[in-house]
């Protein structure tokens, strides 16, 4: 399983304190609500941050946790993790076939958090989300992790999230 080491700046108190009153207010949706898909209606409103925050939020409060960079077309997950680019298997990896789903989960330097990075630049994201593996992959990973996050597109621009949400439990946007 390969390592990555989260870059984390320091958060003021109240920004930290949002992110746990999130995580708090999740877990009283019910233990029923494991897979939530993230997305914005346009690009740079946040929403990979908040993915990364609320899974940081969720692992520390002992859950484990799995982040999926689900935004193949434009993901800003690598710049915020320190990881040997060459060796990190991705989603569009395993949606194509080229690797195993285990050859995709990374550690994190933070108890109970993993993620799975987003691989390489597909000409075919949607139908790659749609796909069955995709689904299939999705139902084996919520008997393994307490919480999966899953980083989307913007809603508005691509059809990406939508297809992901049918996967999921609910959709946080931001």
Do not use: H, W
Request: aromatic share 8%.
């Amino acid at each position: 399983m390969n390592q990555v080491t989260i870059k984390r700046d320091k958060m003021e108190y109240q920004i930290a304190e949002a992110y746990k009153a999130l995580r708090t207010n999740l877990q009283f949706c019910g233990e029923d609500k494991k897979v939530i898909a993230v997305t914005s209606c346009t690009p740079d409103e946040g929403k990979s941050s908040v993915c990364m925050q609320l899974s940081i939020s969720l692992a520390e409060s002992e859950k484990r946790v799995l982040m999926i960079d689900a935004d193949l077309r434009k993901s800003v997950l690598m710049g915020r993790i320190k990881v040997d680019r060459q060796g990190v298997k991705g989603l569009t990896d395993f949606l194509s076939g080229q690797c195993s789903l285990k050859d995709t989960i990374c550690a994190t330097d933070i108890k109970n958090f993993f993620l799975i990075c987003s691989g390489s630049f597909p000409p075919n994201p949607a139908e790659l989300l749609g796909g069955k593996k995709f689904r299939a992959m999705v139902a084996s990973l919520r008997e393994v992790y307490d919480y999966i996050i899953i980083d989307t597109p913007p809603s508005y621009l691509f059809s990406d999230a939508a297809i992901l949400a049918t996967y999921t439990d609910s959709v946080l946007y931001v």
